[in-house]
């Protein structure tokens, strides 16, 4: 099959011969729609090995050349005879985070700081940017029917957006201070809406960024507003993507 395969620094490429995963037992076979390139597979490409492992990972037990991307939604493809709730042609997204299992911190039930933790996609196990991938049953999650294939490859990153305004007392009156334009950034500003968030500041200093910024500026939505339909369906996605956020352990690399 076609796979991005991650060597190290400035050396990624699409190989057209890399062999399929074999699916195991409370494993799920998916063929991938859409993946978004996190500014850590950037920073991967860019700045050598930081996250994808140059020695057996202690989950995954792959070592680089890796396949990359874990930001993914799709169909799946392929299912034990044994697994409920799940259908082959449905489609859904992938909660990337791994953990052992066996540490203090999943044992206290905080999966996402697992002190051997990984994600698929940076530390093997199954990735993103190639035409099929076996991930374990718990890592699927079931992509609501009005949520599309391309905005679900934005639940993972979303959903770390959405987390940390979660956490964060706010109100109406609050004033928000967001240091940085990029994705992420972004998508904070979307949460923020979200919560009614009258006040919303973004300091960024990259001049393309900023021009970008502006573009995607629109108005407050409203009831009188032609995007408030878009506003309320924003809304939506925000709150399914920390809905399971919550439910199933996982943190972003933010």
């Not at 202690?58 to 050349?65: E, F, L, N, Q, R």
């Not at 697992?114 to 890592?139: P, T």
Request: charge should be neutral; proline fraction near 6%; glycine fraction near 12%.
């Amino acid at each position: 099959m076609h796979a991005a395969r991650h060597y190290g620094k400035e050396n990624t490429s699409i190989e057209d011969d890399v062999a399929e995963a074999k699916r195991g037992a409370g494993q799920v076979r998916v063929a991938p729609a859409y993946v978004g390139i996190c500014g850590t597979d950037l920073y991967e490409y860019l700045g050598g090995s930081t996250s994808a492992p140059t020695k057996p990972h202690p989950c995954t037990h792959d070592t680089i050349p890796i396949t990359l991307g874990h930001e993914l939604s799709g169909v799946i493809t392929e299912l034990g005879s044994d697994m409920a709730g799940f259908t082959v042609g449905q489609q859904y997204v992938v909660q990337p985070t791994i953990a052992c299992g066996t540490c203090h911190a999943c044992l206290a039930g905080i999966e996402n700081v697992c002190c051997n933790g990984g994600f698929i996609g940076l530390s093997g196990g199954g990735d993103g940017l190639s035409e099929s991938v076996v991930v374990a049953e718990k890592a699927i999650i079931p992509l609501p029917s009005n949520i599309p294939l391309g905005v679900g490859a934005l639940v993972e990153p979303l959903s770390v957006a959405w987390h940390a305004v979660f956490a964060v007392p706010l109100t109406t009156d609050s004033v928000a201070l967001i240091p940085g334009g990029g994705p992420m950034g972004l998508a904070v500003v979307h949460c923020l809406r979200t919560k009614d968030v009258r006040k919303i500041i973004m300091s960024e200093v990259s001049s393309s960024r900023q021009r970008f910024t502006r573009v995607r500026r629109t108005s407050r939505p409203g009831p009188e507003n032609p995007r408030h339909r878009q506003g309320q369906q924003r809304a939506e996605w925000c709150r399914w993507a920390q809905c399971h956020v919550r439910l199933r352990g996982c943190a972003g690399e933010y």
